[in-house]
Every structure is written in C-alpha cells, then in structure tokens.
C-alpha cells in the first residue's frame, strides 16, 4: 500500500479549475516533491490530502485512510506544514513546542530523538515570541511543531519559500534526517533547483501533472541537443536567438545562456555560426552539455504554455 494515493483529484474555485485529474503515488519512505510555477495548484492538492478541502471529484488517502471518510484518522498520522506560518506569534518558541506536544498528548522529551537537529537550531531562541524570529527560523519552529506527534507522513507547503539560501540548505538537511527515520516526505516547492533533494518529482502547472520520474530520469528525458553560451550581454539577442530555425527554446540560466536545439546535426560550431549570423560576436564559449532537470523543467513548462 501506497503511503499517499491521489486519484482523479479535481477542484474548481467557481470559474478557476485548480486541479483536473490529478493523480500520484507516494510509497513509504520516500521524500517525493511537487515542483511548479505559483498557482499551478500546489497548495490546493495539499489542502485536500491533508483532509482541509474537498474536492469536486476523485480520491486521496493516507496510509489507506481516506481523506474525507477517514479525516479523523488522517489528523492523527499526518504532520502538516502550512504555507503561511500559523504558529502562535505570542507564544514563545518552547511554548508553541509545548503546546503542539499537548495537542497530540505527547511531550517534546518524548520524541527528542526525532525532533533534536532541529531543536538544538532553536534552542537558542527558546524564550523567544514566535513572531520575532527571522523566516528561517520561523520555518524551523513550523517545522518541529509538525513532527512533534511523530507523524507517519509529512507534508510541507513550500517551506522554503521566501528564506534565505542558508536556511534553504539547512532545511534541506533536516528533510533528509527526517526521511532517515522512515518517515514518508511529501514537499511541494516553486525553486526548481529543489527537485534534485527529492526521491521523485511531480511537475505540475495549471492543475495538471505533467510528469512524474526522479531528478536524473527527468534530466535523461530531455529531447534536445542542449548548448551551454558564455558571453558578457549575450542576453540582449535573446529574442533573436529564439528566432534561428534549430532553436527550439533558449533561455539565461545564471550567468549562461542554455540553446536547445532541434538539429541532431548541431554542433558547437554551427551554434557559434549561427550567433555571428545575428551579430552576436563576443561569444567566450560554446560547448554542448548534459542537460539537468531545470533544464527539462524550463522546457516542459514553455511548452505547455504554449499549447494551453
Ligand atoms: N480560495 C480560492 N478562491 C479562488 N481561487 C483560488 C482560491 N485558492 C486558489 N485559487 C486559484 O486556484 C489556482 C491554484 O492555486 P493554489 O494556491 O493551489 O496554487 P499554488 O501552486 O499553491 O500557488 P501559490 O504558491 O501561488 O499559492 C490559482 O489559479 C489560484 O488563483
């Protein structure tokens, strides 16, 4: 049995269709994302499997509970972390950690094995009002308050967002501790770059999914000759480069250009040429590379969009 089974999920907000047919599975253990662009539905999906929404249509269960019969059940085994921090900002850091564990009739002693890499990052702070710790912190208390019942599974709402890189990473880093101790991670994130910290990815944009594989299977499934361009203000040409006739996509990615080619005969050179061609001469390097899941990510969602 699945850890999470999503069927058919479908949700509209009077005229806006928020979900259409969504369907995934999560197996025990795994730390499994949900990556897309805001508003393609993360949080609505999130809202449902965690028994806080109903949809129009389908099902979703934990653990073989089902999220409307079962909600009760769901509430006990699920730990939940909001997008919007909903922490008591009055209470401070040991408070709410109190508070949550008597919510669950449980107490943090009970569970420190579980809760520890993130306590001791708190620690310091413990006398501390909620509502004055810094985003990453905040997201830290949010954090452990979730866990603090051990839960079977754990799903976070873009817990990342809006912290800082440091953070970010230390986030990260505790998700993995937390799988080390069998706990099933569900994470839903817009930062594509997270989707190498996962297990599995689902990409979703405008409510449907448009695949599901893990980072190296996404990036191995990128159709196109890819090319790395280095140049100062390369940049400037950008719309004329989309104009070549092999160029399927172009896009910055950091300080580079990534050219995607629908030619299984380009080269390095060819791509060079064709830049001059446009009057693109400070070119510093052109070499072919492997494609990652960003780049695969870039070109399914320009491609959908495209479509819709
Ligand atoms: N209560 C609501 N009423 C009307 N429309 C809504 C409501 N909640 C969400 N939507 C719309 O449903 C779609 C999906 O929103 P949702 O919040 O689930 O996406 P998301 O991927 O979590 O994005 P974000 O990170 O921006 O919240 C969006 O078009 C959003 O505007």
Redo the contacts with the bound molecule.
Sequence with gaps: MPSIRIDKISKS??E?Q?LSEVSLSVEKGELFGLI??????????IRIITTLLLPNSGTASILGFDSVTDYKKIRGIVGYMP?VFSLYADLSVQENLNFFAGVFGTSVEENYDLVKGVYHMLEPFKDRPAGRLSGGMKQKLALSCALIHRPKVLIL??PT?GVDAVSRKELWDLLHEIKGHGITIFV?T?YMDEANQCDRVAL?QK?KILGVNTPNGFAQSFPFKLFEVKSDDIWRKLSDIRSLPTCETAYMFGDSLHFASNSANETHESVRNLLKGIGADNIETVREIQAGIEDYFIQQLSENEIKV
Excluded: N
């Excluded at 805001?38 to 999906?45: E, I, N, S």
């Design positions: 907000y009077a806006v928020a897309g662009p805001d508003g393609a539905g993360k949080t609505t999906l997008a709402d873009e967002t839903s817009a979703i409510g």
